[in-house]
């Protein structure tokens, strides 16, 4: 299993800068994937960032050119560098690593959650 945990939610005002962190348990090199997702109240949970093995790292449209995800693996650790914030960026953040599975199958893994909380 893996184990994730987030950190660096907060309070910001609109235009602001945060940058989330997210601590696995293995070798994120190992991992297939890691994500960010995100849940507003009342709405469904939601992929913000995504960052595949061997891959470019992709972003849902309404982040598109404010996001960027990274990543350290000798850290073990995955970033969410958040600029430009405004107040429909409000929600809870998840970390979240996909990981081979029984045959073709896989298997998700998910954090806690971090609280954004943006301002007007």
């Known amino acids: 299993q893996v184990q994730l945990v987030e950190s660096g939610g907060g309070l910001v005002q609109a235009g602001g800068p945060l940058r989330l962190s997210c601590a696995a348990s293995?070798?994120?090199?190992?991992?297939?994937?890691m994500g960010w997702y995100r849940q507003a109240p009342g709405n469904q949970r939601e992929l913000v960032a995504v960052?595949?093995?061997?891959?470019?790292?992709n972003y849902a449209d309404s982040v598109k050119g404010r996001f960027t995800i990274s990543s350290d693996n000798a850290k073990n650790t995955v970033y969410l560098q958040m600029d430009s914030l405004k107040p429909e960026d409000t929600g809870v953040y998840y970390c979240?690593?996909?990981?081979?599975?029984?045959?073709?199958?896989?298997?998700?893994?998910w954090g806690q959650g971090t609280q954004v909380t943006v301002s007007s």
């Open positions: 979240n690593a996909r990981t081979p599975g029984y045959m073709a199958t896989y298997r998700d893994y």
């Open positions: 960052i595949r093995k061997g891959g470019s790292p």
């Open positions: 293995e070798s994120i090199a190992r991992i297939n994937a």
